[in-house]
């Protein structure tokens, strides 16, 4: 999204080219994260992270019941963490979690999928099939709507669970009038942005009253439309991103640039880049995942349950206002947390796949609605690099009913080698967030908002 100041992390990263690089990483969807180097497993896991006396061995072996988990007693509930949260328990990072925090258990509250989207399962899914690449990849056949896989099984079930991610239920359009990113360097300066996004699923739509493939967008997918309004200095920089029904066709970015008042093309060479000043990058992009399923491969590594924050009370204001400082971590004010059963996936890029941005992407994916919840980032050694959590809210869909994946949450990301963090609200400071309807007819226009045209009209 919007991005935030530059940092000498920065100047060790992959750069864009030099022609829009500062540019086009300030919009192109910021995320960031930040932590220090962490002790690892043998296979470069987070998982060493306990507490006294191995408690993991110690945890209870049912799941806890209105509980509150403070620093004194986290331990107890280790088993219930992904590694990343435990390491931030741990305190062994230059980020960890604060003296104060409390986190309580609440009941564990599954919103059913929409019913169109259950029946578009019920209906496509039987002939849904994983095709094997010459590359060593993988794509799918016969996919119509709906999710592709509803009960994954080998063989690549782990692909098979992130097809489940890529094609998860989300409202046909939301448009966010006013999300917010700050970045909290190691001097525990904070410093913010804002601008809008418009997202809009253009393909395999299950929406009551939408069509299946809107008119006009032919081929494609999915679309993320993303201006900066803030600061003035960068106002109306926008990042336009296209994804294709066909797997096996590349996202498309184009970046509108203020001063020359024309877009241009970001080049595939940037999606290893991260966005200036945080620790996201264009594979980080539609809150978590967005590399290309053909390109990579995944493990399918445990089902368990893990600690999340979902159906709560967005914070009021900007950070630091109403987070848990110096983390940025929800307070207790926000809500109650969940047990939620996850899967727990590994990514890789194969050979020839393109960019290898990290050494492997572990994803902890929700059961119910197949989106992440937590991401734990390794670098090229296996060494842990970034913590990204994901804090969904729930919200009424028109027509629909509570939806856990309405495209408004708070994220983090937290960087275990540059000391560096960014934490996202959408929408933040209570402005407007809009669902399907709700939006304003403005935002229905589809040159606009989802063809590289539709930048030109900026500014006019």
């Not at 061995?57 to 403070?70: F, G, L, Q, R, V």
């Not at 395999?204 to 939408?210: A, K, L, R, S």
């Not at 590349?250 to 970001?266: A, G, K, N």
């Amino acid at each position: 999204m919007f991005v935030v100041k530059k940092s000498a992390r920065g100047r060790e990263r992959l750069r864009f080219s030099e022609s829009f690089a500062a540019l086009v990483v300030v919009m192109a969807v910021g995320l960031g994260c930040a932590i220090v180097r962490a002790q690892t497993t043998p296979s470069g896991d987070a998982s060493s992270a306990r507490g006294p006396e191995g408690s993991a061995a110690n945890a209870p072996d049912t799941a806890p019941a209105e509980a509150k988990i403070t620093m004194q007693n986290w331990t107890n509930f280790r088993k219930y963490m992904p590694d990343g949260m435990a390491a931030l328990f741990d305190g062994r990072y230059f980020w960890k979690m604060p003296p104060d925090v409390e986190m309580e258990i609440g009941p564990t509250i599954v919103h059913p999928l929409p019913k169109n989207y259950v029946e578009a399962t019920e209906k496509y899914a039987g002939q849904v099939k994983a095709i094997e690449l010459p590359n060593g990849g993988l794509t799918l056949a016969g996919y119509e709507g709906g999710m592709p896989f509803p009960k994954p099984e080998e063989p690549h079930k782990g692909w098979k669970i992130l097809a489940n991610l890529w094609f998860r239920y989300l409202p046909h359009l939301s448009v966010d009038t006013n999300g917010v990113v700050c970045t909290i360097d190691n001097g525990n300066s904070i410093s913010c942005k804002a601008g809008m996004k418009v997202y809009r699923q253009l393909a395999f739509n299950t929406d009551p009253g939408i069509p299946r493939d809107v008119p006009g967008a032919e081929g494609k997918y999915f679309t993320q439309y993303e201006m900066v309004k803030e600061p003035e200095q960068e106002r109306y920089t926008t990042v336009l991103t296209i994804s294709y029904a066909d797997l096996a066709r590349s996202e498309d970015v184009y970046v509108f640039i203020p001063s020359l008042r024309r877009y241009q093309p970001l080049s595939p060479s940037a999606r290893c880049s991260a966005d200036l000043g945080t620790d996201e990058t264009p594979d980080d992009r539609r809150f978590g995942f967005d590399s290309n399923l053909t390109r990579i491969s995944a493990d399918f590594i445990a089902e368990k349950k893990i600690l999340a924050l979902v159906g709560y009370t967005m914070p009021a204001g900007r950070l630091p206002s109403n987070y848990d400082m110096p983390l940025g971590w929800p307070k207790p004010t926000w809500g109650k947390w969940q047990l939620r059963d996850v899967y727990v996936v590994s990514v890789t890029k194969i050979a020839g796949g393109g960019g290898h941005c990290l050494g492997k992407r572990v994803v902890y994916i929700d059961k119910a609605t197949s989106a992440p919840l937590w991401e734990d980032l390794y670098d090229g050694k296996m060494q842990p690099w970034r913590f990204v959590a994901f804090f969904p809210r729930t919200i009424d869909v028109p027509g629909i009913g509570p939806v856990d994946t309405s495209n408004s949450m708070v994220y983090g990301f937290w960087d275990v080698k540059y000391s560096h963090a960014t934490v996202f609200a959408e929408a933040g400071e209570g402005e407007p967030f809009y669902l399907n309807e709700q939006a304003p007819k403005e935002f229905l226009d589809l040159e606009r908002y989802t063809t590289p045209g539709g930048l030109g009209l900026i500014m006019r």
